[in-house]
């Protein structure tokens, strides 16, 4: 594991019966960047962001994130990162600010230290009017930027975002990226998986994954150099499709 790398994943296996759903996966993932984690349907991209947070065991190899071990230390994994998935995960029959006390004890936070989290939170997304409304009650879009707020509430060193992006318009999905970026500045280190491929071209470096197996792995303008395309997206139908 080299000095910066926050998480360090060796010769990573995840079997299921006879089917190999991650097959010797090997990359690094270093302090404070953005890191997509691209593929298509089926690749073995949400198996993976499983045993990188703590919540799925690798078959073989090691797996080490935020200096504890998944086979051994999920539970320490857990205390240490946020999450956030395609469903947003916040309960819609509770408020937002509900919500945001749900799971500021979720992640161990004292009563006062979640109270100033809230009203810095809905003050910081413009949220003030919103507090006492129901999840249910609120567009997509809002849904979308305070569960990825909510995910990174106690500050964590990680936070994975799987697929965070799926089902919403193009400008939202814009303005998501742009809290993404300000996470990043803030130090926290962001693992998003993706299938959109004009998204890759925000991330600080991209691995490409394919049937299990990851087939590229660099930073966007030196994979479009490499395979002589002008997007991320012609990378990966050259390499996912040949």
């Not at 998480?7 to 019966?17: A, D, E, P, W």
């Not at 197996?213 to 002589?228: F, G, R, S, W």
């Amino acid at each position: 594991m080299t000095k910066n790398a926050i998480i360090s994943v060796k010769n990573l296996v995840k079997k299921f019966g006879n089917f190999t759903a991650n097959d010797n996966l090997n990359f690094e993932v270093h302090e404070g960047e953005i890191f997509g984690f691209l593929g298509a349907n089926g690749a073995g991209k949400t198996t993976a962001v499983r045993i990188l947070s703590g919540l799925s065991a690798p078959t073989s190899g090691e797996v080490i994130v935020a200096g504890f071990n998944a086979r051994k230390q999920p539970e320490q994994i857990k205390k240490n990162i946020g999450y956030m998935c395609q469903k947003f995960s916040l309960y819609e029959d509770l408020t937002v600010k509900e919500n945001i006390m749900l799971y500021g004890g979720i992640y161990g936070m004292n009563k006062k230290l979640i109270r100033e989290r809230t009203d810095s939170l809905l003050k910081r997304l413009n949220f003030e009017e919103y507090g006492d409304r129901l999840i249910l009650d609120l567009p997509l879009g809002l849904k979308q930027k305070l569960a990825f707020s909510v995910a990174v509430l106690h500050q964590p060193k990680i936070v994975f975002l799987d697929e965070p992006t799926g089902g919403v318009d193009p400008v939202t999905r814009r303005q998501f990226w742009e809290m993404i970026y300000e996470t990043a500045a803030g130090g926290i280190t962001v693992f998003v998986t993706t299938h959109y491929m004009d998204e890759a071209e925000y991330c600080d470096r991209v691995s490409i994954m394919s049937e299990g197996k990851i087939v590229a792995l660099d930073t966007p303008a030196e994979l479009k150099k490499q395979y002589n395309v002008g997007s991320v997206e012609e990378v990966f139908i050259k390499i996912a499709r040949p």
